[in-house]
């Protein structure tokens, strides 16, 4: 889980913090980034894309600072990072580092305090609340308190429910623009009663480990909340009793796929999720963020169909590209097939993205559209995810996924749709963002070869990895330059020339790998192999990738095109071409 599979095509920025410098003073000076979060970590784990409103959810998840037994909050921020967590519960009695050995309180001097918030921004963190068990009584330290946790970025303090003054808090809350959660470790009626009075910066901290150990199942507290429930501390017991043990989120009695399946359909937003993990040691914390993702999949299920339902969940078609890029498009593409089809074709294209980008997906859709006047096949164009399952996947030939992003196919059903399509002799063909698409699922990873990667837009030469190819004969043999937003697969990425048959990479002896005239750890594998289109054999069926797509040219230079169309043809099953792992057949030479 320390290379967790990473984000997609765009990375979403997540958690950083705006500084703590007082309104009027200088803004806070850039700070070099150490961050070892994964790239695609925004768009392939829940934990850490969860806070954007429009891929996801609008929760912000975090961990707790003190999960880990012994580690101070500057050792706790490097392990968040690490496993694709952007923010933290921050405690006030958590040591601060090995070389400011005091807890984090307002008794930190100014500049301990502003190492603490050097440290959240050179790892992307950021403080989601501020935990202190028991606020001080006195009107002057209370106020410190607040103003400490206002210098550190935390939007929300969280406290226990027996807080002395809860409208001395109130006034504090609403004056410096901090919100204060009171903690409900049983049946929350009682303290919703008790906040009724108050305003909105007063709300209630739900601790589901207490929910459960008191009888109270999540699912039926959640509507107990409303309209005052702004934290979450996800917990799971192995029974429905102060007895029952702690266990890993999903394996106990607090159903929580149910719990955060009814939270979305509820409208809850905002809200902050605190993952708390059943043991202390790093092993068990690891364990249980991928326990979140799991009990978070029926939500995210549901989420996508919600996408899909909406605008930006329809086909992107011609009507959104401008009549100058139309005939462009209808220039390039070619104006027969390959080979003549051995029988009827029908090609299923979907565009579904949760991530809202990627201006060249209606010029891909038009292309394979103009393609069918070629006689290579015929298309539909859905997002209908009900065509991936069994049996109405078994209508296709070949699914073509254009430039598909984000963490869609959540469905069991779907999923279990692909897979055995392509195994038992379909084909599946994708290009640019399809390897930030579902990367919570290996065997959709290992299948198209590609896992997440960092990318921009840059201008590389590329190689002809095998001139002989009928997919890459429109290329001729020759290196050539071209401009894309080039995906370079990390070591850890199931990319690999034992599994592919690379048709294209980049030709690294010619091409300029200085990125933005700078050295880029993430842009670089060990093996210096960027491959930039690949086919395999999957079971009985065919895959054909490529990274490439984000810039017009793939769709408005004829060798793309052509390179295109037999890349289909060969997923559909007309195009005969030699998917020997290129790694294989170096070995015969």
Known sequence: MRHLLRVCLIVVVIGSMAGFAQQGAPAAPPVPSISKRPTGSSLGTIRAGAQDNNIWFGWRVGTPSTAIKGQTLSEALAIADLNSVPQVEASSTQLV???IPKPLDYRLQPGERSAVTYRLRELNESIMAYRVDKLPTDAETLRKVFEFAKAIGAPLIITGADAASIAGLDRVAEELGINVALESKSDPKALMAT??????RIGLAANLDGWLASGVKPVDGLPLTRGRLMYITAADRASLNPGGKKVELGAGAGNLGDFFLAAYKSGLKPVSISVESPGTTEAEYVKNLSAFERVMWPAMAERVRVMVDSEPGKIRGKEKLTAEQRARIEA?????AIVKPLKPRKLLVTDLQMYSGHGTIPHGNYMLELMQKTGAFTATFSNDLNLLKYPAIKQFDAIFLNNVCGMIHNDPEVREGILRFVREGGGIAGNHAVTFANNNWPEFADMMGGWAGAH????????????????????????????????QFPAYSPYSREKQHVLLSIDV???????????CEQCTRPDQDYGLAWIRTYGKGRTYFTPLGHTEIMYTDPRWTQHMLAATQYVLGDLDADATPSAKLAKKK
């Open 332 to 336: 390039a593409v070619p104006k027969e």
């Open 195 to 200: 906040l009724a009075p108050h305003s909105s």
């Open 509 to 519: 002896e010619k091409s300029d790998r200085a990125t933005g005239n700078r050295l």
């Open 97 to 99: 580092a090995n070389e």
């Open 456 to 487: 921009h837009t840059e201008k590389q030469v590329i190689k002809i990895d095998d001139p002989d190819s009928p997919l890459t004969k429109s290329f001729g043999s020759a290196s050539f330059e071209h401009t894309d937003e080039f995906y």
